[in-house]
């Protein structure tokens, strides 16, 4: 009964001056909306930042080959054939992390059908896995099999992007278009992802059977000699061969029941790690493969390159907090403006009601009870322009989101800790004035005018 009378005794002092209570607690609506409305905007960038990045591939893994070398001069990175298909079953079989892998042979070229061209910004060569690898979906159609791949099928799935220009409105499934002057059907079409995050026209694209794109089309891979001859999984000697001291120019024969192609290298790997969290791991395991296949001895560099999504991804999501968090300071230093106001406006009250003080003490109230009762009123201020703040900082983001189609959320850890920030705002600038007030002598509150 006591702490409920503190309570009703503040709330009249506090209703006693309206207009200066709405003003007092202003600064504290203020700076508790702009701490909801941005977090609550920041946590819809991060999760829209998230989706995107979740859509370019979070838990892809590229490998790609090293540099070549011929006569001492480099040819860049990604120029040495050292890859196979064989390299993608040890991988499957070797890495636990990995839950998917494929080949990529990667094309360029133009694709005509009827009297229409097109020149797609990537050809690639995968198998059956690489949708789930791409997070793309089949529009219409159906994907490639297991099957097909192995049998080197002549069948594609284009993107949205291709199908406009090759086919506008008529439907592309069951036609043949013709890549490299060689015939392939579409089977399906892929749905539109539009631009990733550099720009770049994911739909512009066809994909097919990794078999007969290496197979069928001209400049598919890394398939000169030179460069085949270079790498270390074509050093293999026939003992049928004529010439058992030359190199032989194809790879050994495997029990992988690949299909006959020219050539078993490809240009890069791409895999796809069963979570986020086992990326590294998955890293760890394919170098050990790679450099086990590639019989690379102990302290002799990688003659591969492994790129994954990770620092990408953090380099984006620690940007967006870093620019969120600089902007919730910001927000935080209104708070303590609305504190320094609250604390001003405390001491005037103390100043205007310390004959009221000295009554009280003379009835026989300690000093503290005058602490609790200035305390609980300065709470009970920052705690209403907590919630108010709560209400006009979730409505301007949820305006924000509607007008100028920024991504929001509704972050309720956002709201416990402006809750809470109000409450302690109250304490440590409500505390002097009430200590001020405890402090008082009543002879000389009794004699104040």
């Not at 930042?49 to 590229?62: D, E, F, Q, R």
């Given at each position: 009964?006591?702490?409920?009378?503190i309570?009703?005794?503040?709330?009249?002092?506090?209703?006693r001056?309206?207009?200066?209570?709405?003003?007092t607690?202003?600064?504290?609506?203020?700076g508790?909306?702009?701490?909801?409305?941005?977090?609550?905007?920041?946590?819809?960038?991060?999760?829209s930042?998230?989706?995107?990045?979740?859509?370019?591939?979070?838990?892809?893994?590229?490998v790609?080959?090293?540099?070549?070398?011929?006569g001492?001069?480099?040819?860049?990175?990604?120029?040495?054939?050292?890859?196979?298909?064989?390299?993608?079953?040890?991988?499957?079989?070797?890495?636990?992390?990995?839950?998917?892998?494929?080949?990529?042979?990667?094309?360029r070229g133009?694709?005509?059908?009827?009297?229409?061209n097109?020149?797609?910004?990537?050809?690639?060569?995968?198998?059956?896995?690489?949708?789930?690898?791409?997070?793309?979906?089949?529009?219409?159609g159906?994907?490639?099999?297991?099957?097909?791949?192995?049998?080197?099928?002549?069948?594609?799935?284009?993107?949205?992007?291709?199908?406009?220009?090759l086919?506008?409105s008529?439907d592309?499934?069951?036609?043949?278009?013709?890549?490299?002057?060689v015939?392939?059907?579409?089977?399906?079409?892929?749905?539109?992802?539009?631009?990733n995050?550099?720009?770049?026209?994911?739909?512009?694209?066809?994909?097919?059977?990794?078999?007969?794109?290496?197979?069928?089309?001209?400049?598919?891979?890394?398939?000169?000699?030179?460069?085949?001859?270079?790498?270390?999984?074509?050093?293999?000697?026939?003992t049928?061969?004529?010439?058992?001291?030359?190199?032989?120019?194809?790879?050994?024969s495997s029990d992988?029941?690949?299909?006959p192609?020219?050539?078993?290298?490809v240009?890069?790997?791409?895999?796809?790690a069963?979570?986020?969290?086992?990326?590294d791991?998955a890293?760890?395991?394919?170098?050990?493969?790679?450099?086990?296949?590639?019989?690379?001895?102990s302290?002799?560099e990688?003659?591969?390159?492994?790129?994954?999504?990770?620092?990408?991804?953090?380099?984006?999501?620690?940007?967006?907090?870093?620019?969120?968090?600089?902007?919730?300071?910001?927000?935080?230093?209104?708070?303590?403006?609305?504190?320094?106001?609250?604390?001003?406006?405390m001491?005037?009250?103390?100043?205007?009601?310390?004959?009221?003080?000295?009554?009280?003490?003379?009835?026989?109230?300690?000093?503290?009870?005058i602490?609790?009762?200035?305390l609980?009123?300065?709470v009970v201020?920052?705690?209403?322009?907590?919630?108010?703040?709560?209400?006009?900082?979730?409505?301007?983001?949820?305006?924000?989101?509607?007008?100028?189609?920024?991504?929001?959320?509704?972050?309720?850890?956002?709201?416990?800790?402006?809750?809470?920030?109000?409450?302690?705002?109250?304490?440590?600038?409500?505390?002097?004035?009430?200590?001020?007030?405890?402090?008082l002598?009543?002879?000389?509150?009794?004699?104040?005018?």
């Open positions: 009964m006591k702490n409920w009378r309570l009703k005794s503040a709330l009249k002092s506090i209703l001056n309206p207009m200066r209570t709405f003003l607690t202003l600064g504290i609506v203020i508790i909306a702009a701490v909801i409305a941005l977090m609550e905007v920041g946590a819809g960038a991060q999760d930042l998230k989706k995107s990045i979740s859509a370019m591939g979070v838990n892809s893994i590229t790609r080959p090293g540099a070549g070398m011929m001492g001069v480099s040819s860049g990175a990604g120029s040495k054939a050292n890859l196979t298909a064989q390299d993608v079953s040890e991988i499957l079989k070797e890495c636990p992390s990995v839950k998917l892998a494929t080949p990529v042979i990667s094309v133009q694709v005509v059908y009827g009297g229409k097109w020149s797609p910004f990537g050809i690639s060569g995968v198998n059956e896995d690489y949708l789930e690898i791409g997070n793309w979906q089949v529009e219409d159906e994907m490639f099999s297991k099957l097909q791949v192995l049998r080197g099928s002549k069948v594609c799935l284009i993107g949205s992007t291709v199908k406009r220009e086919f506008g008529e592309p499934l069951g036609k043949d278009i013709r890549i490299q002057n015939l392939f059907k579409v089977i399906g079409v892929l749905k539109s992802k539009g631009a995050m550099i720009g770049m026209d994911q739909d512009d694209t066809v994909i097919a059977p990794w078999t007969a794109v290496k197979a069928r089309l001209t400049g598919a891979g890394q398939t000169s000699i030179s460069s085949v001859s270079s790498s270390s999984s074509t050093t293999a000697t026939s049928s061969s004529p010439y058992p001291d030359a190199p032989s120019l194809y790879p050994p992988s029941n690949l299909p192609v020219r050539f078993q290298n240009d890069s790997i791409s895999a796809w069963r979570t986020p969290e086992l990326v791991s890293v760890e395991e394919i170098t050990k493969v790679l450099r086990s296949t590639h019989k690379l001895a302290g002799v990688n003659d591969f390159q492994i790129r994954t999504m990770s620092e990408f991804s953090d380099f984006l999501t620690g940007s967006t907090k870093n620019m969120t968090n600089l902007l919730l300071c910001v927000a935080f230093i209104s708070l303590i403006v609305g504190g320094v106001g609250i604390m001003n406006i001491l005037v009250s103390v100043t205007e009601r310390t004959r009221e003080i000295g009554l009280r003490m003379a009835v026989g109230a300690k000093k503290r009870d602490l609790r009762q200035f609980v009123e300065s201020i920052c705690f209403m322009g907590g919630l108010i703040g709560i209400a006009f900082g979730h409505g301007a983001s949820m305006v924000l989101a509607s007008a100028m189609k920024w991504p929001s959320t509704v972050s309720y850890s956002a709201i416990l800790l402006s809750v809470g920030v109000s409450v302690l705002v109250g304490v440590v600038f409500g505390y002097y004035p009430a200590w001020k007030a405890a402090r002598d009543p002879i000389e509150a009794l004699r104040y005018e």
